[in-house]
């Protein structure tokens, strides 16, 4: 059973702080993988995608992926109210996506 | 572009009723998955179709559920003899590698 793994929170943060959010994966197969945010209602909506280990950013956002310890963070530097939703991770086998059931992120103002 | 579309975007129906949800993916894209979420829950795969190739059914929770997709584009879900517990909003989501999500179907089943 390919299974991924995520605290569900809340993950409370004061805005501008940086916000961490963690995943493992038990798959030592899956080859890529892919954080999500959700807002409350809405559809999930792609925001990273990391193949290699080390570290990869986008804005405000780094991933970080550690194969050898089937880990996968996520990274938000000066964390905005925004930013409060859920976020999904989620690690690629063959051919679909095995997705957790995600971590809420509160931003305070 | 256009992104993933999906309707209806709500859908109430009657216990036993036979439902029908449409998706037609990003143009171009020859994967298409179907997952569906309950409230609070996380996202459960259902269906994905890769080009001409056999669809992996693997996650259709009971043979009340079926999908096909035509001429390797627009995709239709469908519920027959619906439950209560067959509510959830269902998701349809396109893309080669990256998966991108479309508003998805709230169902609801009275």
């Known amino acids: 059973q390919k299974e991924v793994e995520q605290n569900s929170g809340p993950l409370s943060v004061p805005e501008g702080a940086i916000a961490s959010l963690n995943c493992t994966y038990s798959d030592r197969g899956s080859q890529s993988f892919f954080w999500y945010r959700q807002y409350s209602g809405k559809s999930p909506e792609l925001i990273m995608s990391i193949y290699s280990n080390g570290d990869k950013e986008d804005g405000r956002f780094t991933a970080q992926l550690n194969k050898a310890s089937q880990y996968v963070s996520l990274l938000i530097r000066d964390s905005q109210p925004s930013d409060s939703a859920t976020y999904l991770c989620a690690a690629s086998g063959y051919s679909t996506l095995t997705f957790g059931k995600g971590t809420m992120l509160l931003v305070s103002p | ?110």
Do not use: M
Not at chain 2, 9 to 27: A, F, M, W, Y
């Open chain 2, 1 to 110: 572009g256009a992104g993933v579309s999906q309707s209806p975007s709500n859908k109430v129906t009657e216990k036993g009723k036979d439902v029908e949800l449409r998706c037609d993916p990003i143009s171009g894209h020859t994967a298409l998955y179907w997952y569906r979420q309950s409230l609070g829950q996380g996202l459960e795969f259902l269906i994905y179709f890769q080009g001409n190739s056999a669809p992996d059914k693997s996650g259709l929770p009971s043979d009340r559920f079926s999908a096909e997709r035509t001429g390797g584009s627009v995709s239709t879900l469908t519920i027959q003899r619906t439950q209560q517990e067959d509510s959830a909003v269902y998701l349809c989501a396109s893309g080669d590698y990256e998966q991108y999500f479309g508003p998805g179907t709230r169902l609801t089943v009275t």
